[in-house]
């Protein structure tokens, strides 16, 4: 990869698999653009992505992405769809052949393609620069100022710091880690004259040194939004997940003043995901953060509001208005509610893993900590579809990783594309019925005893890392006795609410309650806090804009 020196200069990347014709557009870009442009050249999807990526961490302008439309494992197509979540300001183009023309006019509707051209551009004083300077004027005069960077000073095996840094990530907030005991972390203690001894430190991109900051303080550092715009809303989503960023997308799309409240970051579980291949529209699959960040664009695009690190702890009827109530003591109200709160991993109980949590044992898939596991033996607890897509993400760098499963085998609860993968991946193995019986280490994770459920036999193995996948329980501890639940704690609604034919005993209408409606008119949940609901991400978008086209009704009769 070829890149010009000065930092300062906005990019224009060209990517093409064949290095004759990767040279000659990176000659021609240059000898227009090279005194006011960087000229970054890549020859595949792949390698472009990851500069794409170090550009953006130290957040640097990317104006241009040209890319040519005919490369292996991953087509031009391909490339700038996952451009796209990494720069979407910037200006796309395919370079293709004339054969491949109707892919490209096809590309202009699947990634907003902004040009194509045709090979060969010669001469470029007719082909090549007048399109290019009008993408350039046109990416000038749009709002295409970086997001200044966060800096992260912390320890590796520090459960705080990897507390932070999974906020961040998860939250699409661009920053970079310093680890302490190295120089220029030390440079950093030193500046804002801390010792080191309360970690983490994060430098907002205005310079404020903030010390083991608690999540609410930190997301409104950092530019996120905690505070409501307004006091009463049309509709109040709580639960950032795949239902609720539904259910805001639909509701902001068809004039309802929405506003999501997420008490960490959006996305929820299937935000963690590495890979979700299984989800229609997305044939090579799509990781749970680009997704993610998608959706989350798409609400905000509409006028929805979206405030981080906002915890739920009330919901109260009063009169025609839902109000909810927050734990610093201010509330927010609206004539309807959905609760998308999701769920959350159940923990493991064996001794050593709750002290060990976030220094070598984690729930979810982590993926900040996936860097770290290059070269090193990795034990993932869990047999559902988390866990396989979690195993199959980490096994591209890891020396190994083994599938800790308590049941005969993985068919009962994952997917069988996800079986076969894992079967044909050579360094993934499966140990079933076998449990984790301690975690051992002192400041992080160093040894597992498993156990063997059938035998009952005890080995001791070596390990620091160890990711938990094992069940999940609701998030609605908060709800009191509000909103009725069954004995696992999921919520109620529409036909479960009538077994016998009749509403519950304090419903007040004269219509039973919608499908997705809890006891509470005008209450509704969607995804996969409803009980008996299907855990999957499609049905929990399916369910979020269900439950919109329900509140539109019960806001007509209302």
């Not at 990767?22 to 595949?44: C, F, N, P, Q, T």
């Not at 004039?255 to 989800?279: D, F, K, M, P, W």
């Not at 329980?473 to 709800?479: C, R």
Request: glycine letters at 8%.
């Amino acid at each position: 990869m070829a890149q010009a020196s000065d930092a300062a200069r906005t990019v224009i990347m060209t990517v093409d698999d064949d290095p004759g014709v990767s040279r000659a557009v990176a000659r021609d870009l240059r000898r227009r653009y090279g005194e006011s442009h960087r000229i970054v050249r890549a020859e595949s999807g792949e390698s472009a992505l990851e500069a794409l990526r170090e550009l953006k961490l130290r957040g640097d302008l990317v104006a241009v992405i040209l890319a040519d439309y005919r490369m292996p494992q991953m087509n031009g197509i391909e490339f700038l769809e996952q451009a796209l979540d990494v720069y979407p300001g910037a200006r796309r183009v395919l370079l293709t052949a004339y054969a491949d023309t109707n892919a490209a006019i096809d590309a202009i509707n699947v990634v907003d393609l902004d040009h194509y051209l045709l090979k060969p551009w010669d001469p470029p004083e007719e082909k090549l620069y007048p399109v290019l300077d009008d993408l350039l004027e046109a990416w000038r005069c749009s709002d295409f100022r970086p997001v200044p960077s966060t800096k992260v000073v912390g320890h590796r095996w520090s459960a705080r710091s990897s507390d932070v840094r999974e906020f961040l990530a998860r939250n699409q907030v661009p920053y970079r880690w310093y680890s302490a005991d190295e120089p220029e972390g030390k440079r950093l203690l030193a500046a804002a004259e801390q010792d080191g001894q309360r970690l983490p430190l994060v430098i907002t991109p205005d310079g404020t040194p903030l010390v083991e900051p608690e999540a609410p303080e930190l997301a409104a550092r950092v530019g996120l939004a905690t505070t409501p715009a307004a006091d009463f809303y049309d509709l109040v989503v709580i639960g950032g997940g795949p239902a609720g960023l539904g259910s805001a997308v639909y509701g902001a799309s068809e004039g309802l003043r929405t506003v999501l409240v997420e008490r960490s970051a959006t996305g929820g579980q299937a935000g963690q995901s590495s890979r979700i291949e299984n989800y229609l529209g997305f044939p090579d699959g799509v990781s749970g953060a680009q997704l993610t960040d998608r959706a989350r664009r798409q609400a905000a695009k509409f006028g929805a509001e979206i405030l981080s690190a906002r915890e739920v702890t009330g919901l109260e009827v009063n009169g025609a208005a839902r109000t909810v109530r927050f734990s610093d003591g201010s509330a927010v109200a609206a004539h309807s509610v959905i609760l998308a709160t999701g769920v959350s991993y159940r923990q493991l109980d064996a001794p050593g893993c709750t002290d060990l949590t976030g220094c070598g044992v984690y729930y979810g898939s982590a993926l900040t900590e996936a860097a770290s596991c290059q070269g090193q033996d990795v034990y993932i607890v869990g047999g559902a579809n988390s866990a396989g897509q979690a195993a199959m993400y980490l096994s591209r760098g890891a020396k190994s990783v083994t599938l800790l499963v308590r049941g005969a085998d993985l068919s009962a609860s994952m997917s069988y594309y996800l079986i076969q993968q894992i079967n044909e991946a050579p360094n993934i193995s499966v140990r079933a019925r076998t449990v984790v019986e301690t975690a051992h280490g002192t400041d992080h994770l160093e040894q597992l005893t498993l156990r063997d459920v059938d035998t009952g036999e005890s080995e001791l193995v070596d390990a620091q890392w160890m990711f938990v996948f094992i069940g999940a329980a609701p998030l609605t501890d908060w709800l009191d006795d509000t909103v009725l639940r069954d004995e696992h704690g999921f919520i109620l609604a529409g036909p479960d609410l009538t077994p016998d034919g009749r509403p519950p005993a304090d419903w007040e209408l004269d219509r039973p309650p919608y499908h997705l409606e809890t006891n509470i008119p005008g209450v509704f949940v969607a995804g996969d806090a409803r009980a008996e609901s299907a855990k999957r991400v499609a049905s929990a978008v399916g369910e979020g804009a269900m439950a919109v086209m329900l509140v539109h009704r019960y806001l007509e009769q209302s």
